[in-house]
T-cell receptor
Framework: DAKTTQPTSMDCAEGRAANLPCNHS???????VYWYRQIHSQGPQYIIH???NNETNEMASLIITEDRKSSTLILPHATLRDTAVYYC???????????????FGSGTQLTVLP | DTEVTQTPKHLVMGMTNKKSLKCEQH?????MYWYKQKAKKPPELMFV???????INESVPSRFSPECPNSSLLNLHLHALQPEDSALYLC????????????????FGNGTRLTVT
């Protein structure tokens, strides 16, 4: 699976949009971009994933560049509860739903400030 | 709350003890995973089970022994651990097999925080 690069830490004001970048310049055509977050003392929580198109769900939006070499996770209105480590992971889409593990990088510590 | 339940939440054990970590899910998932997470580090994969069979062992020392007795349960048996094995142990599950989306995300429990003294 392709390696990702994320900033070590970021701050965001409460109520503002948090934009978390991820670089995955060696991504292959069949690799998906996943985002997870881990709030202190909890397990990782799935946020969103995508292949080529931008995606949106109730938690966040995922913007993937046209060349797919980078992406941005957007939390539209950050709250204090969004303070967490955010992991960008690139993972091959497998056939027949076979078990495919996640390989975590170092992630970005997002701190939402009051 | 998560749909993957891990027990106990905390465990302290001596180096000569034998203990087990338990993980349970009732989402019908047929792939289950053990990850280990040291403080301020990302989770690292230990084992993957697919249809109750061990499919991946990431060169984990034999003092960690996984077991998948049925499709809902995953155990991690611990014996003769070292203090450096102290960590958060995370269990996860995901769908697998025909009809399951091969991009389905992993669902994680909140982990067992293990301290080896």
């Amino acid at each position: 699976d392709a390696k990702t690069t994320q900033p070590t830490s970021m701050d965001c004001a409460e109520g503002r949009a948090a934009n978390l970048p991820c670089n995955h310049s060696t991504i292959s055509g069949n690799e998906y971009v996943y985002w997870y977050r881990q709030i202190h003392s909890q397990g990782p929580q799935y946020i969103i994933h995508g292949l080529k198109n931008n995606e949106t769900n109730e938690m966040a939006s995922l913007i993937i560049t046209e060349d797919r070499k980078s992406s941005t996770l957007i939390l539209p209105h950050a709250t204090l509860r969004d303070t967490a480590v955010y992991y960008c992971i690139v993972r091959v889409g497998s056939s027949s739903g076979s078990a495919r593990q996640l390989t975590f990088g170092s992630g970005t510590q997002l701190t939402v400030l009051p | 709350d998560t749909e993957v339940t891990q027990t106990p939440k905390h465990l302290v054990m001596g180096m000569t003890n034998k203990k087990s970590l338990k993980c349970e899910q009732h989402m019908g998932h047929r792939a289950m995973y053990w990850y280990k997470q040291k403080a301020k580090k990302p989770p690292e994969l230990m084992f993957v089970y697919s249809y109750e069979k061990l499919s991946i062992n990431e060169s984990v020392p034999s003092r960690f022994s996984p077991e998948c007795p049925n499709s809902s349960l995953l155990n991690l048996h611990l014996h003769a651990l070292q203090p450096e094995d102290s960590a958060l142990y995370l269990c996860a599950s995901s769908p697998r097999g025909q009809g399951a989306s091969y991009n389905s995300p992993l669902h994680f429990g909140n982990g067992t925080r293990l301290t080896v003294t």
